[in-house]
């Protein structure tokens, strides 16, 4: 828009900033060329009656205090609603809920101690059921304007913490059948892609084929199985658990009242903040280095 902006209020210049444009044809080249790919992409999404996805960045504060950005995306088209910060330690954290699939996507780029043997970064993938309720609609999201960049945003409401017990794993080269968002998301995580079997039903009589999942191994005595952070041996299996926030996200629409209208009218959005802990199988103790406390 910016680009548009320019070229509407320099009508005599051409790129350069310099030289008249004398001919039509040459200054319709400049004027395609000022906007830019994306821009005409969006003025062709415009007539063909598609809305283009919406971008913003916001600066959020997290539960610790601390102050990050954060991009939140949204497809009314797709009917998805994406969202990625970058948690103090340089960990990433991305969420995308899929509405038209009812699936939601945590994905977590954790890095890694070079110096202590790991891995650059390790990459996990939680996926749950997605209940529309949870956030506004990809519709409303994707009409926000973003009306002060520079304001620090703070959820006006915590939701309690949800603890997720994850016993499925989801097979990465069948993922796209439950959500086509999967293969770009969790791409890193293609061996770390887990679920839970209460979800998979629920896929499942809606049509999702059962090649999309798989049963994690199961130890002989589940009750004895050892946290992570308690287990002696680094070769043995454990319970590994990770934990990560959504820090502010527009979780409900909110509806006033006017004397003007006779039913109630949206008029802004409610944020929301929110923490899960996720509890899984590893089958050993190096794929869960960050996990030291019992």
């Known amino acids: 828009m910016t680009a548009l902006c320019r070229a509407n209020g320099r009508p005599g210049r051409g790129l350069d900033g310099g030289s008249r444009v004398r001919k039509h044809s040459f200054r319709k080249t400049a004027f395609r060329e000022a906007l830019g790919p994306r821009a005409l992409a969006t003025s062709a999404a415009a007539r063909a009656g598609r809305s283009w996805p919406f971008k913003g960045r916001e600066r959020v504060r997290l539960p610790d205090g601390q102050v990050t ?15 990625e910060l ?37 990459a996990l993938c939680f996926v749950t059921r997605l209940h529309h309720s949870e956030l506004i609609p990809s519709e409303a999201m994707a009409k926000l304007r973003q009306k002060n960049p520079r304001a620090i945003r703070q959820a006006e409401e915590v939701l309690a913490l949800e ?31 887990y679920t839970r079997q209460e979800d998979v039903r629920f896929w499942l009589e809606h049509g999702v084929d059962s090649s999309v999942f798989e049963p994690l191994p199961k130890p ?13 041996a680094q070769g043995k299996p ?12 527009p979780c409900m629409l909110k509806y006033c009242h006017s ?3 006779p039913a109630p009218y949206k008029c802004g959005i409610r944020s929301c903040q929110k923490s899960y802990s996720f ?7 190096q794929l869960c280095l960050w996990d030291e406390e019992p």
């Open 69 to 83: 950005e954060e991009s939140l995306q949204a497809d009314s088209d797709a009917d998805s609603i994406s969202l």
């Open 86 to 122: 970058r948690k103090p330690d340089g960990t990433l954290v991305s969420f995308t809920a899929d509405f038209k699939k009812d699936v939601k996507i945590f994905r977590a780029l954790i890095l890694g101690e070079l110096e202590k043997g790991q891995r650059q970064f390790q």
């Open 163 to 193: 603890q997720l017990h994850m016993d499925m794993a989801v097979n990465f080269s069948q993922g796209a059948l439950l959500s086509h968002h999967l293969r770009n998301v969790c791409a890193e995580a293609a061996d770390a892609i």
């Open 220 to 232: 002989l005595d589940v009750a004895e199985l050892p946290h992570c952070g308690q287990a002696g």
């Open 238 to 249: 454990c319970s590994c658990r990770y934990s990560l926030s959504l820090a502010w996200y």
């Open 279 to 285: 509890d899984f199988h590893v089958p050993y103790r």
């Open 259 to 261: 004397r003007d209208r």
